[in-house]
């Protein structure tokens, strides 16, 4: 079946450290593809998103490439700051369903 | 604000309770959902709804029921209460935007321990 497999946390990074948390995807068709963040105490909120292949999404510094080759969805921020700390949920749509599959989420600290 | 607003934040049941955890949007969305959230385990989808009149199981099902009572409502209940329910239960609904891109947005989450 249709899946998300991102990497295990927690990730540690000091403040203005590049950042990479991988993200690859199981799919028939072709999905559209998310990052969610959510900051402690809070509901996930989306980062950003891609919808097909090659597709460039970016928010807040972020940005996510969709790769149909490789089945990923990477993603990065140049300079992370301490209010980046959070845990990141790698996400696909199916189109045929509207169904919505999560990946385990990656806590992210960011140390001053 | 506009969102989705659920009730209550906080529950403590004992085993074998019942309760029902109430969600509201007000985004005119077709779609809503509930997820339960476990540590390592991520979020996992436990039923939703693609229109109003219509619900579909998700991941997690077993022991929970739901109602769409209207566009605007989605219930999750819970019959007969067990310590593996205790959870974070997120709500959720969605637009979809064209070309699939089926965006969520969250409530900030019910709280519900079972002992």
């Known amino acids: 079946g249709d899946s998300v497999t991102q990497m295990e946390g927690p990730v540690t990074l000091s403040e203005e450290a590049f950042l990479t948390i991988n993200c690859t995807y199981t799919?028939?068709?072709?999905?559209?593809l998310f990052w969610y963040v959510q900051y402690p105490g809070e509901g996930l909120q989306l980062l950003l998103k891609?919808?097909?292949?090659?597709d460039k999404g970016s928010n807040k510094g972020f940005e996510a490439t969709y790769r149909k080759e490789t089945t990923s969805f990477h993603l990065e921020k140049g300079s992370v700051q301490v209010s980046d700390s959070a845990v990141y949920f790698c996400?696909?749509?199916?189109?045929?369903?509207?169904?919505?599959?999560f990946g385990k989420g990656t806590r992210l600290h960011i140390l001053p | 604000n506009a969102g989705v607003t659920q009730t209550p934040k906080f529950q403590v049941l004992k085993t074998g309770q019942s309760m029902t955890l109430q969600c509201a949007q007000d985004?005119?969305?077709?779609?809503m959902y509930w997820y339960r959230q476990d540590p390592g385990m991520g979020l996992r989808l436990i039923y939703y709804?693609?229109?109003?009149?219509?619900?579909d199981k998700g991941e997690v099902p077993n022991g929970y029921n739901v109602s769409r009572l209207n566009k605007r409502e989605f219930s999750l209940r819970l019959e007969s209460a067990a310590p593996s329910q205790t959870s974070v239960y997120f709500c959720?609904?969605?637009?979809?935007?064209?070309?699939?891109?089926?965006?969520?947005?969250f409530g900030a989450g019910s709280r519900l321990t079972v002992l």
């Open positions: 985004m005119n969305h077709n779609s």
């Open positions: 891609a919808t097909k292949a090659d």
């Open positions: 959720a609904s969605s637009a979809r935007l064209g070309a699939g891109a089926n965006v969520l947005t």
């Open positions: 799919a028939t068709g072709y999905p559209s």
């Open positions: 709804s693609a229109s109003e009149g219509t619900t």
């Open positions: 996400a696909l749509s199916r189109n045929r369903d509207d169904k919505i599959i």
